[in-house]
């Protein structure tokens, strides 16, 4: 990610396609983009083949932009991608809903997914539903009285085994990864939008 010039490097892993954009965030365009699409029957990715993917590209980014790729976001669209719903409750409340007490509960429900879960890295924390008094709201309801509070949460996660060899290859020309994120995730939140697929992932 290079904020003096408002760029954004993404690199996108799909069961049949590497790509990497780079991003103007001001202008919400591609200055940069390469695709190697390839065939997959097992699903896994091919470590060989994007490091070598990589080595094409990202020399010319940065010939391009006369910086260095330090950081990139990766988005990732195949199996190795889960989601898993929680569900966490609070009893015994003796105040009005507030931003502090939805946080709390968010962090509550964050470190059980990490304490269950140890070989999955978060890559999204969606509340699905908030639960009120036995009610279901699908927004938040601030300053309503309540007895109990509680949250549907889905996370959606990668393997901690992929994240590792993903940050392996970006080492070799050194990159780190600063964000995850779910292709089918973003497709899903912008389905029947037209937006260019950088576009929505900045968005």
Known sequence: MTK??????????TNCKFVICLFHTKNFKSIYL?????K????????NSLSKF???????????TSKFINNIIVVIDNEEIKGLNIGIKKKNYIEN??????????????DLFEETYQDQKIMHIIIQNYLINGKTYYEFQKNLQTNDFGLEIKFISVSNKLSYHLEKVLEKYQIKISKYISGIYVENYFQGKRNEFPVMVYE
Do not use: C, M, R
């Open 34 to 38: 390469q695709e190697f699409e390839f």
């Open 97 to 110: 809903l507030n931003s502090k007490n939805l946080e709390s509960l968010i962090v509550e429900a964050k």
């Open 54 to 64: 990589l080595e094409n590209n990202i020399f010319k980014i940065e010939k391009l």
């Open 4 to 13: 003096e010039l408002d760029l954004d490097t993404y690199l996108i892993i």
């Open 40 to 47: 997959n029957k097992t699903g896994s990715i091919d470590f």
